[in-house]
């Protein structure tokens, strides 16, 4: 299937590690120039740059730097002219140990309002950011990574879910604001428990009990994600927006 991103601009951000480079590899595999978007790891986004080939951009971006959503949109603007794809895959996890073990009362409330604040207010003003492009070419796609923790919970996810949560409402009244201004399309894909290539440790761990649930018996890879995202930030998808689709194996 011609999923006509050849040639297409997409962006990529949390591209260095996990999910993101997958989905950034997927991209690239249909013909797509990537922004591989990084906060931490600038060393492992041009290590991805050389591995998928094609016509890639390394680009700093901070989620909750109120000014890198700017920069971020005026790098890749000067770089392709274009921006037709946002994939909004950085992530705040706000795991910190000081406050590990505590009821989602006590954790103070700087780190609550930080998690909640670079998760929710990064996605949003990134993708606001580059609405501008993808209504002037009439035509563009975003695809939110959200979290089956949003609406499945987990003790501990309070304010990360809460966070994925809002995600999925600025995504669906996004669909409609943006559907009238030509072939826009915006969607959440939400991953469960997913093997990556950064997080070995915690699948020999946790693993058996996620995969126990599953009706497939068995987690998904970072590879089988990406699938999905790559397909709804795609030409092929025609006509899916508004929607939060699971991608966790059935569990």
Same mark, same amino acid.
């Given at each position: 299937?011609?999923?006509?991103?050849?040639?297409?601009?997409?962006? /990529?951000?949390?591209?260095?590690?996990?999910?993101?480079?997958?989905?950034?590899?997927?991209? #690239?595999?249909?013909?797509?120039?990537?922004?591989?978007?990084?906060? @931490?790891?600038? #060393?492992?986004?041009? $290590?991805?740059?050389?591995?998928?080939?094609?016509?890639?951009?390394?680009?700093?971006?901070?989620?909750?730097?109120?000014?890198? #959503?700017?920069?971020?949109?005026?790098?890749?603007?000067?770089?392709?002219?274009?921006?037709?794809?946002?994939?909004? !895959?950085?992530?705040?996890?706000?795991?910190?140990?000081?406050?590990?073990?505590?009821?989602?009362?006590?954790?103070?409330?700087?780190?609550?309002?930080?998690?909640? $604040?670079? !998760?929710?207010?990064?996605?949003? $003003?990134?993708?606001?950011?580059?609405?501008?492009?993808?209504?002037?070419?009439?035509?563009?796609?975003?695809?939110?990574?959200?979290?089956?923790?949003?609406?499945?919970?987990?003790?501990?996810?309070?304010?990360?879910?809460?966070?994925?949560?809002?995600?999925?409402?600025?995504?669906?009244?996004?669909?409609?604001?943006?559907?009238?201004?030509?072939?826009?399309?915006? !969607?959440?894909?939400?991953?469960?428990?997913?093997?990556?290539?950064? !997080?070995?440790?915690?699948?020999?761990?946790?693993?058996? @009990?996620?995969?126990? $649930?599953?009706?497939?018996?068995?987690?998904?890879?970072?590879?089988?994600?990406?699938?999905? /995202?790559?397909?709804?930030?795609?030409?092929?998808?025609?006509?899916?927006?508004?929607?939060?689709?699971?991608?966790?194996?059935?569990?």
């Amino acid at each position: 299937m011609d999923l006509g991103l050849t040639g297409r601009t997409v962006i /990529v951000t949390g591209a260095s590690g996990g999910i993101g480079r997958e989905i950034a590899r997927g991209f #690239a595999a249909e013909g797509a120039d990537v922004v591989l978007a990084y906060h @931490h790891s600038q #060393a492992g986004a041009e $290590r991805l740059a050389k591995e998928i080939g094609g016509r890639s951009l390394v680009a700093p971006y901070e989620l909750d730097g109120g000014g890198s #959503a700017r920069g971020l949109i005026e790098s890749v603007l000067g770089w392709s002219g274009r921006i037709d794809v946002l994939v909004n !895959n950085a992530v705040h996890w706000g795991a910190t140990e000081p406050d590990a073990g505590l009821p989602f009362d006590a954790v103070p409330d700087e780190r609550w309002q930080t998690v909640i $604040r670079a !998760n929710i207010e990064g996605a949003l $003003r990134l993708s606001r950011a580059v609405v501008p492009s993808m209504r002037e070419r009439g035509w563009g796609r975003m695809v939110h990574i959200s979290s089956s923790i949003a609406v499945d919970g987990m003790p501990g996810g309070e304010y990360y879910g809460a966070a994925k949560a809002a995600l999925h409402g600025f995504s669906r009244s996004a669909a409609f604001g943006l559907g009238k201004d030509g072939d826009i399309l915006s !969607n959440v894909v939400m991953p469960g428990f997913t093997r990556t290539e950064t !997080n070995v440790a915690m699948v020999e761990q946790a693993g058996g @009990h996620y995969s126990a $649930r599953a009706p497939i018996g068995r987690l998904l890879d970072a590879a089988e994600v990406a699938s999905a /995202v790559v397909y709804l930030g795609s030409a092929a998808n025609t006509g899916i927006t508004g929607q939060a689709v699971k991608v966790t194996g059935g569990a």
